[in-house]
């Protein structure tokens, strides 16, 4: 059928729905209004209120409590994606809730123009809602641009993964010109500014997207309703349930007990949490549902794990870089520390469709490449970026200093690694959750990134105590031997899913076609 004779939603380009294209600009203006804003926090934060340079003036702050406030933000902007995905499937749809959740990020960003101290927690607060509004409905949305069964799913999601990086990459680049030019306001500023990009991107590209994230109100009669208050209520419908519930909010209790209220209050809601997975476990209709979803929560680990291990990319690496890498580049300059974090933003760009394209092509061979396979070798492949840690430990403590060279080859392992967990993770989400809780799992997933988040501070933190060699060595092990672990458990595990990945192809949006292989290479 002729592309002129096809609805816009239907519309194809380079393959793949032109509403990915739509979805892909919306998130990278995103990404880039985060990543740049997440640049600037800490060093705004622990800059004097008098003003030490051009910048002008910060909040004064300590290192420590500038990073005990940058922990809690990056982890609840994640965290905040639960009640996100909650909101769009029980009132307003994925559709809405990104659009709502752009609108409050232009807003927390403008908030963050203002030098007063309440504009700066209400920016930040903003921001967090905005992100969580946001970031797990439009990740969904791009899941629905996909038939069932379609191979082109997982290619998709690289696609959209490059924007989330090509928003890093720019904000890296961008914001920090902005910042020593016009001063601190103006990147905070620069920031809005692109967000209302997204905004305006996303209002326009709205004919590419009818046919995704809509909200329908349930009938009266309606089964597939969510209703979350049932769910809690029937927690306490038998004594087996309430007593389970009882053991995990005393889990909770003690964690309060023995650390302080911030992690209390993050205990108890990672409680109520595990209680509404639990309800939802015990309400699908089916044992293929419930088999499903069990596995999707096992994946979790996985994501908690690699993202633990991951983000010590922005701690202990970043540290590391600059205190002990020789950062001399042929004796011309000395190249920055932060520069470096532009490598795996960078790597991704270079290898994402090549990954994808890889992964697929194994596919329709009949070769090994199921969601949890690559989850689980995407683990061992960023484990083993910390070899070349090792290495450069080793080098510093026989010379005093070690080559950058051991940190590009980290970097790439660790870009490759996170190419085969984090895009295909989001995509399996789309593939095993059921529909009606779609993006509440997709929150979760959010959720369960900000919490490898902050096992990454956890960890950094003990190189004060065992130093660098140890530690790097031990997430070399230890990520290794839990990749390895699952793909000894991959048949059991895909038994599970009960076929979800086993009949995809490559297909089109043109409903007349229905399923074929569209790249001829492939089909050889």
Same mark, same amino acid.
């Given at each position: 059928?002729?592309?002129?004779?096809?609805?816009?939603?239907?519309?194809?380009?380079?393959?793949?729905?032109? #509403?990915?294209?739509? %979805?892909? @600009? /919306?998130?990278? *203006?995103?990404?880039?209004?985060?990543? $740049?804003?997440?640049? &600037?926090? =800490?060093?705004?934060?622990?800059?004097?209120?008098?003003?030490?340079?051009?910048?002008?003036?910060?909040?004064?702050?300590?290192?420590?409590?500038?990073?005990?406030?940058?922990?809690?933000?990056?982890?609840?902007?994640?965290?905040?994606?639960?009640?996100?995905?909650?909101?769009?499937?029980?009132?307003?749809?994925?559709?809405?809730?990104?659009?709502?959740?752009?609108?409050?990020?232009?807003? #927390?960003?403008?908030? %963050?123009? @203002? /030098?007063?101290? *309440?504009?700066?927690?209400?920016?930040? $607060?903003?921001?967090? &809602?905005? =992100?969580?509004?946001?970031?797990?409905?439009?990740?969904?949305?791009?899941?629905?641009?996909?038939?069932?069964?379609?191979?082109?799913?997982?290619?998709?999601?690289?696609?959209?993964?490059?924007?989330?990086?090509?928003?890093?990459?720019?904000?890296?680049?961008?914001?920090?010109?902005?910042?020593?030019?016009?001063?601190?306001?103006?990147?905070?500023?620069?920031?809005?500014?692109?967000?209302?990009?997204?905004?305006?991107?996303?209002?326009?590209?709205?004919?590419?997207?009818?046919?995704?994230?809509?909200?329908?109100?349930?009938?009266?009669?309606?089964?597939?309703?969510?209703?979350?208050?049932?769910?809690?209520?029937?927690?306490?419908?038998?004594?087996?349930?309430?007593?389970?519930?009882?053991?995990?909010?005393?889990?909770?209790?003690?964690?309060?007990?023995?650390?302080?209220?911030?992690?209390?209050?993050?205990?108890?809601?990672?409680?109520?949490?595990?209680?509404?997975?639990?309800?939802?476990?015990?309400?699908?209709?089916?044992?293929?549902?419930?088999?499903?979803?069990?596995?999707?929560?096992?994946?979790?680990?996985?994501?908690?794990?690699?993202?633990?291990?991951?983000?010590?990319?922005?701690?202990?690496?970043?540290?590391?870089?600059?205190?002990?890498?020789?950062?001399?580049?042929?004796?011309?300059?000395?190249?920055?520390?932060?520069?470096?974090?532009?490598?795996?933003?960078?790597?991704?760009?270079?290898?994402?469709?090549?990954?994808?394209?890889?992964?697929?092509?194994?596919?329709?061979?009949?070769?090994?490449?199921?969601?949890?396979?690559?989850?689980?070798?995407?683990?061992?492949?960023?484990?083993?970026?910390?070899?070349?840690?090792?290495?450069?430990?080793?080098?510093?403590?026989?010379?005093?200093?070690?080559?950058?060279?051991?940190?590009?080859?980290?970097?790439?392992?660790?870009?490759?690694?996170?190419?085969?967990?984090?895009?295909?993770?989001?995509?399996?989400?789309?593939?095993?959750?059921?529909?009606?809780?779609?993006?509440?799992?997709?929150?979760?997933?959010?959720?369960?990134?900000?919490?490898?988040?902050?096992?990454?501070?956890?960890?950094?933190?003990?190189?004060?105590?065992?130093?660098?060699?140890?530690?790097?060595?031990?997430?070399?092990?230890?990520?290794?031997?839990?990749?390895?672990?699952?793909?000894?458990?991959?048949?059991?595990?895909?038994?599970?899913?009960?076929?979800?990945?086993?009949?995809?192809?490559?297909?089109?949006?043109?409903?007349?076609?229905?399923?074929?292989?569209?790249?001829?290479?492939?089909?050889?």
């Amino acid at each position: 059928m002729a592309t002129s004779t096809l609805k816009p939603h239907q519309r194809e380009l380079f393959g793949q729905p032109i #509403g990915l294209y739509i %979805l892909f @600009l /919306t998130e990278m *203006w995103e990404r880039f209004s985060y990543y $740049g804003m997440r640049a &600037l926090l =800490v060093l705004y934060m622990t800059t004097s209120t008098l003003g030490d340079d051009a910048r002008g003036a910060g909040l004064g702050w300590t290192s420590k409590e500038a990073l005990a406030l940058y922990g809690w933000y990056t982890m609840l902007v994640y965290v905040m994606s639960i009640p996100g995905g909650m909101i769009a499937d029980k009132l307003i749809g994925q559709k809405k809730a990104v659009l709502w959740g752009a609108i409050v990020l232009c807003l #927390g960003h403008g908030v %963050l123009v @203002l /030098t007063d101290i *309440w504009a700066f927690y209400t920016g930040l $607060g903003l921001v967090i &809602l905005g =992100v969580g509004l946001l970031k797990p409905n439009i990740s969904t949305m791009v899941g629905g641009l996909y038939k069932e069964g379609d191979i082109r799913r997982d290619k998709g999601f690289s696609i959209f993964y490059i924007g989330i990086n090509l928003g890093s990459l720019l904000a890296t680049m961008i914001v920090g010109l902005v910042v020593a030019e016009w001063g601190w306001h103006a990147g905070f500023g620069l920031a809005g500014i692109v967000m209302v990009l997204g905004l305006i991107n996303y209002i326009a590209g709205q004919k590419y997207l009818t046919q995704v994230g809509n909200y329908e109100p349930p009938k009266a009669d309606d089964a597939d309703e969510v209703s979350y208050g049932k769910l809690y209520s029937k927690l306490f419908s038998s004594p087996k349930q309430l007593s389970i519930a009882g053991v995990l909010l005393a889990a909770s209790l003690v964690g309060w007990y023995f650390m302080d209220w911030g992690y209390g209050l993050l205990f108890v809601f990672l409680t109520a949490i595990a209680a509404l997975l639990m309800m939802i476990y015990k309400e699908l209709e089916t044992q293929v549902y419930k088999d499903r979803f069990l596995v999707l929560l096992l994946s979790f680990i996985m994501v908690i794990i690699f993202w633990g291990a991951f983000e010590q990319a922005g701690g202990l690496m970043n540290l590391y870089t600059e205190s002990n890498t020789d950062r001399n580049f042929f004796g011309l300059f000395e190249i920055p520390t932060v520069m470096f974090q532009s490598l795996n933003a960078g790597f991704i760009i270079m290898f994402a469709t090549l990954v994808a394209s890889i992964w697929a092509k194994r596919k329709l061979k009949g070769k090994e490449a199921s969601s949890l396979f690559k989850m689980a070798l995407g683990i061992i492949i960023m484990g083993f970026g910390f070899l070349f840690m090792v290495f450069a430990a080793m080098e510093f403590q026989k010379s005093g200093t070690s080559s950058m060279i051991w940190l590009v080859l980290a970097y790439l392992f660790h870009t490759i690694g996170e190419l085969c967990i984090s895009p295909v993770a989001l995509s399996f989400i789309t593939k095993l959750a059921p529909i009606k809780y779609a993006s509440l799992m997709m929150g979760v997933y959010f959720a369960s990134t900000g919490l490898g988040n902050k096992v990454a501070g956890i960890v950094g933190e003990s190189a004060s105590d065992y130093g660098e060699y140890a530690v790097f060595l031990g997430i070399l092990i230890f990520t290794v031997i839990i990749g390895g672990l699952f793909i000894l458990l991959l048949k059991p595990l895909k038994r599970l899913t009960h076929g979800a990945e086993d009949n995809e192809r490559m297909m089109h949006n043109d409903e007349t076609e229905g399923f074929e292989l569209a790249d001829p290479e492939i089909n050889d």
